[in-house]
Each structure stands twice: as C-alpha cells, then as structure tokens.
Nanobody, 124 residues
C-alpha cells in the first residue's frame, strides 16, 4: 500500500514562496511517477508538475513554468514542490499523486495513489 502525506501549505502574500513536501511510504520514487495537482473551489483538479521515475525532464503546466520546481529526495522518500513568485490564482488545495510507469500523465484519473492535500492560500 502506498501512502502519501503532504505538508507545507499555508497563507502567503503574492510574490512569496512556499515549499510543499510529499512524504511517501517507503522507496517508491524509483517505481512510480510522482506529480502535484491542485484544485481550486469550483474548479476541476489540474496538473501542476510531474517527475518520472526515470528522472527525465520534469513536466509543468504552462502557468507555473519558471516559478515552480518539482524535485525528489530519494534517500528521504520525499517529493518537493518549490513554489516561488506565488500569485493569487495559485490558491488551491495541492495534492501529491503517484502512478506506475514512466509517462507523466496530466489527467488526474490516471493516478492511483493520492495524498489528503494541503491548502495554499495566496493573498493580494
């Protein structure tokens, strides 16, 4: 069983930074592709960033390119999402997700394992 636990969310002013962490239940990073999704009130869950178990080039949604960085610490079994230059429109619940295979899927239904989410609120 795969367990994912997110942390690091909070309230930040526009232009600020946060680092989200996703702790995984053991050494799954070599077996799964890991991604971050977010869901704002009244909106569908959307792909934010993903990194393949093959550690190929990460993938980002256009709106966060140059501002967010996904990375992994395989020794600690943690996936990070560094978020800089935050905007009000980045406000959402952020979820960590895992799927098998090396393809970084952007559709949420392709991911099997999910964390409980962490709230990120960006104020103007």
């Amino acid at each position: 069983q795969v367990h994912l636990v997110e942390s690091g969310g909070g309230l930040v002013q526009a232009g600020g930074s946060l680092r989200l962490s996703c702790e995984t239940s053991g050494p799954i990073l070599s077996r799964f592709t890991m991604s971050w999704f977010r869901q704002a009130p009244g909106k569908e869950r959307e792909f934010v960033a993903g990194i393949s178990r093959s550690l190929s080039t990460p993938s980002y949604t256009e709106s966060v390119k140059g501002r967010f960085t996904i990375s992994t610490d395989n020794a600690k079994n943690i996936v990070y999402l560094q978020m800089n230059s935050l905007k009000v429109e980045d406000t959402a619940v952020y979820y960590c997700a895992a799927k098998s295979g090396v393809y970084i899927a952007t559709q949420f239904h392709e991911y099997v394992y999910w964390g409980q989410g962490t709230q990120v609120t960006v104020s103007s």
